[in-house]
């Protein structure tokens, strides 16, 4: 009479996760600090299927059938610590504890490592798909051992997105490999939003277009391949109106994107491994340039423009408006390509068995930045398995030339005309770079070695080399 599973967290994530697996024919035993919310959950949602409640941390882990399996579904950080803590010095030797939060992977790795010692095993998983996901089938990515994989993997499997008969689940990697991924896809989620806000941006203010109008051009790019659930509720956001006022809803949202860290940590993780995600980091810093008061202040109005002020002749609108949708796509394929090199990176560095192209598959359902296009990377993965850039693929190498005369168009006319359009340029800058024959670099280099002695390489021979440039300049081989 014990449970399958247990959840223990019944703020809404968890709750519904519970639901969801209750829903599915698990009995699930379920826990919360206080138990309002759990006693919440058997109010109103009993019909779900069976769930087995609990008061007390003892009767939670006593209630789950061996090898125990608890999901912790509470507030990342030092909460998670302590319910990991509760739960271990009550459980035995194979029982297994899964984190459903947004934690750091790094902590998970911390996590795992701590409990693999006292026997127990750690299972970081990322979920994502927001309420409506946890309850009805989220994009799941465990990491962990794979021994737990056999035991939580089927019912994670049969409770995730189904795509095309295939479950939006699969185990990531050791350790924190499925949080690290997580990760990598909230910060693909910023840039995306904010690709999408700046192309919103210039129909409203180049195009004089109102939020329902745009709405109605998204509504259609979302027949296309640009076909996902980001551009679907953004149609749906810029044609809701305010129920007070009765005005576009989107005019009378204060411009300031708060950010609770993930993308944040995208961009950190990449700057150690030294993988320029720009698209990622533009976004990112896109939400503290708007959240940055006092600097706009101080700006609006102050900082002179000097724009050109081109106005789009009627009969070019509907050019402007294609370019713009082919400049999204471009600028989100190179977000795309940039966020699985750091996965790669991240696999290579803590040797995670990561296939990039499961990735993009388990992204194709569920979770927030679920799209259509997400097929091509898995299949351009599966053509080529050592592929070194997601953009050079032959299918996107293609997609990406039917886009790129739009794309210098939008970027060229934004700065000319005072755009601020941070993913559209650094996507259009690090693909003019990433495929260029020579790069500036050589010049960094020179300066460096010029004030630091800090060596450079020469074209024309190996080892490296440094200029004595305060005195006769001679060159001195320094190394092999
Ligand atoms: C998901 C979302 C989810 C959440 C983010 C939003 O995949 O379901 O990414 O994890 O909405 O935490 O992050 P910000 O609050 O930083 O925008």
Redesign the pocket.
């Known amino acids: 009479n014990s449970a399958d599973i247990g959840v223990t967290g019944m703020a809404v994530m968890g709750s519904n996760l519970a639901r969801n697996l209750a829903r599915n024919g698990f009995k699930v035993a379920i826990h919360n600090r206080s138990v309002g919310r759990t006693e919440k959950v058997i109010e109103n949602h009993s019909e779900d299927g069976q769930f087995l409640p609990s008061e007390s941390m003892d009767d939670f882990v006593a209630s789950l059938q061996k090898p125990r399996v608890a999901i912790i579904m509470v507030q990342a950080g030092a909460a998670t610590d302590a319910v990991i803590e509760e739960l271990a010095s009550r459980m035995d030797e194979g029982d297994i504890i899964v984190d459903c939060g947004?934690a750091l992977f790094t902590d998970t790795r911390r996590r795992e490592a701590d409990l693999r010692e006292r026997g127990l095993h750690f299972v970081g998983a990322g979920?994502?798909?927001?309420e409506e996901?946890a309850l009805n089938g989220?994009s799941i990515m465990p990491g962990g051992p794979v021994e737990s994989y056999k035991r939580v993997g089927p019912m994670f499997e049969k409770i995730a997105a189904q795509v095309d008969g295939d479950p939006c689940c699969t185990h990531v990697g050791a350790d924190g490999a499925g949080h690290f991924v997580?990760m990598v896809?909230?910060g693909i989620?910023?840039a995306d939003m904010q690709v999408i806000s700046e192309a919103y941006d210039m129909m409203n203010k180049a195009l004089g277009m109102s939020a329902p109008e745009i709405g109605e051009v998204f509504e259609e790019w979302n027949k296309g391949e640009l076909e996902s659930f980001l551009i679907e509720i953004t149609a749906e956001v810029l044609k809701h109106k305010d129920n007070v006022t009765g005005k576009p809803f989107v005019d009378i949202v204060q411009d300031r994107?708060?950010?609770?860290?993930?993308?944040a940590w995208t961009v950190q993780t990449a700057l150690d491994f030294g993988v320029p995600v720009t698209g990622i980091a533009e976004a990112t810093f896109a939400r503290s340039t708007s959240g940055s008061v006092k600097q706009r202040e101080a700006a609006i109005g102050v900082l002179p423009a000097e724009t050109q002020d081109q106005t789009v002749e009627d009969r070019d609108r509907q050019q402007f408006i294609e370019d713009l949708q082919k400049a999204l796509y471009a600028a989100k394929l190179v977000s795309y390509s940039q966020g699985f090199d750091e996965i790669a990176a991240g696999a290579e560095h803590y040797e995670w068995d990561i296939n990039l192209g499961d990735m993009a598959k388990i992204w194709r359902g569920g979770?927030?930045i679920r799209a259509r296009f997400l097929n091509h990377i898995t299949e351009a993965y599966k053509r080529n398995p050592d592929l070194h850039l997601l953009l050079a693929d032959e299918y996107f190498r293609g997609e990406i030339a039917s886009c790129i005369p739009a794309w210098r168009r939008v970027v060229a006319y934004a700065a000319a005309n005072g755009f601020s359009v941070p993913v559209f340029t650094s996507t259009l800058s690090y693909y003019d770079a990433v495929r260029s024959e020579r790069l500036p670099a050589a010049l960094v280099q020179a300066q460096r070695d010029f004030f630091g002695a800090h060596t450079y390489r020469r074209v024309d021979a190996d080892g490296s080399f440094h200029v004595e440039w305060t005195g006769d300049r001679t060159e001195t081989k320094i190394s092999d």
């Open positions: 947004n979920v994502s798909g927001g996901g989220p997580k896809h909230n989620e910023y994107a708060a950010q609770k860290g993930t993308g979770c927030i």
